[in-house]
RNA sequence: GUGGGUGUAGCUCAGUUGGUUAGAGCACCAGAUUGUGGCUCUGGGGGCCGUGGGUUCGAGUCCCAUCAUCCACCCCA
């Protein structure tokens, strides 16, 4: 039997790796730009920090954590996010005692048990942004344009950024009181998980896809409507500064979020044409998490983005990525007894950073050359009877077809030269 | 967790109402005289027909299960 990679999981090959390499090159930069410095967080955690800091209630920790006991008992967890770690790493390291803001991203897997479909995976990976210690509407707005703005680095100019704020615990509060007892009469019609999500986060029955429930509830209050002075303030101001930085974006009244530690602030951006599950990042404002997981009472924001989901929205655009796989010189041997001098050339023209390479499967000349041609070697650097007893080598450039005879001596001056000349 | 589609060579796929040693194209390897590429020609290696049961004289073809994959629901990145 055949063992394959898990489901969920895919490997990423050679061929695509530089497709990878392009994107993750972008966020970085972009990143930095901003001030953002990169963290490196544990690939696990203790289980506990995600049912803490993700919330019991979520889907994410309700059924679709990667769990598992390790040899001394403990209850360890494949991250399903990058959050909640950034935030165990912030307190743990004391980070807040120092200047603020802190500003990290971070690279990499996450784990999540879902059924797969298109942009969805078990493993799949996120770049992220977390902001720490201030709560100023301006650097919500930076969160935003920074995301915004690798999209546009990536050349994707058609997104949907919908925006919300959740309120703060005192505003909400007030706000999910109104919201039950405005749905309590039509609690019966709402679908099975609504009903659940009634008793356990009724804000969540507010992003149910199901047309039942939204007309169940019509004319229900908005969290918008009922958000505090102070929340209202905060959220005016963000949109007025991305309006200010030409951030185009549409009020959601229906964004709640997923995650149960977000307060303010909250986005989502969609990028249509790439399947079902279109968002290709999302964050917002929390406040309370910090505390909440231990640490003193600091303000966050962030975001992550999706990298299957923006790799399936800038492979739309049909461009092109470079590889660079072609060796600039292969080395040919007439005879397998001057394999060893091709091997010591090989490495003298790779010490020059000359990109070299031979035939290790013990083909004939003529097939060596049609190697050599198949790889895309723009010379070939061919050794024989005649060179061995003559001591020259011959130069032959793939391309114009000419050939030559070249000293040792000279060998990489005469390879870069052929190269160039081309 | 739910629903639907699909599983035949490395890849893309044929495979007729179930019937002999399962095919093509591409790729790979080797030859077409002696130390040399892209074209052409010839030949070659490769398939537990996803897996396990069942029906049948006989299954790649039919039935069941299972696994994987794709798409959607759900949820999110």
Redesign the pocket.
């Known amino acids: 039997?055949?063992i394959?990679?898990?489901?969920?999981?895919?490997d990423i090959l050679p061929e695509d790796s530089s497709r990878w390499q392009y994107i993750e090159k972008i966020m970085k930069e972009t990143a930095e730009i901003f001030g953002y410095r990169e963290i490196r967080i544990p690939i696990f955690e203790h289980t506990e920090l995600f049912e803490r800091g993700v919330g019991e209630t979520?889907?994410?920790v309700s059924?679709?954590m990667y769990t598992f006991s390790d040899k001394a008992g403990r209850s360890l967890t494949l991250r399903p996010?990058g959050t909640a770690s950034c935030v165990r790493a912030l307190i743990e390291h004391s980070q807040y005692g120092g200047l603020l803001p802190i500003k990290w991203y971070y690279v990499g897997p996450?784990f999540?048990?879902?059924?797969?479909?298109?942009?969805?995976?078990?493993q799949?990976?996120?770049f992220g942004v977390e902001a720490f210690g201030s709560n100023n509407p301006y650097i919500d707005a930076e969160v935003i344009i920074l995301l915004i703005e690798v999209l546009l680095r990536l050349g994707l100019e058609e997104y949907e950024l919908h925006l919300n704020s959740v309120g703060c615990p005192e505003c909400r509060g007030e706000y999910r009181q109104k919201l039950i007892e405005h749905i309590e009469p039509y609690q019966d019609r709402l679908c099975k998980?609504?009903q659940t999500?009634y008793t356990q986060n009724p804000l969540?029955v507010l992003?149910?896809?199901?047309e039942a429930c939204h007309q169940a509830i019509e004319g229900y209050p908005t969290l918008f409507s009922n958000l505090c002075d102070k929340c209202q303030e905060h959220y005016a101001k963000v949109k007025e500064t991305l309006i200010e930085n030409e951030v185009s974006f549409m009020h959601d009244d229906n964004l709640?979020?997923?995650?149960d530690y977000y307060t303010n602030t909250a986005f989502?951006?969609?990028i249509p044409g790439i399947?079902?599950?279109?968002?290709?990042?999302?964050?917002g404002r929390y406040n309370g998490l910090v505390e909440e997981c231990g640490g003193p009472d600091l303000p966050g924001i962030g975001?992550?983005?999706?990298?299957?989901?923006l790799l399936l929205a800038v492979d739309k655009l049909g461009e092109k990525f470079a590889e660079d796989k072609e060796p600039d010189v292969f080395i040919?041997v007439?005879?397998p007894a001057y394999e060893s001098q091709g091997m010591k050339i090989l490495q003298l023209l790779r010490k020059a950073g000359i990109k070299a390479e031979k035939d290790y499967?013990?083909?004939?000349?003529?097939?060596?050359?049609?190697?050599?041609?198949?790889i895309g070697?723009r010379a070939?650097i061919?050794?024989?009877?005649?060179?061995v007893?003559k001591g020259f080598l011959?130069l032959?450039?793939?391309?114009?077809?000419e050939?030559f005879q070249v000293d040792p001596q000279d060998l990489v001056r005469s390879v870069c030269k052929t190269l160039l000349i081309d």
């Open positions: 039997m055949l394959k990679a898990p489901r969920g999981t895919y979520t889907d994410i059924k679709e996010e996450m999540r048990y879902d059924r797969p479909q298109t942009g969805r995976y078990r799949f990976h996120q998980d609504c999500r969540r992003d149910c896809k199901n709640v979020r997923g995650l989502e951006i969609h399947g079902a599950q279109s968002a290709v990042g999302g964050g975001f992550a983005m999706g990298m299957e989901r040919a007439m005879d499967n013990q083909r004939k000349a003529k097939a060596q050359m049609k190697y050599a041609d198949k070697a070939v061919l050794i024989g009877e005649e060179e007893e011959t032959r450039n793939m391309r114009s077809k050939q």
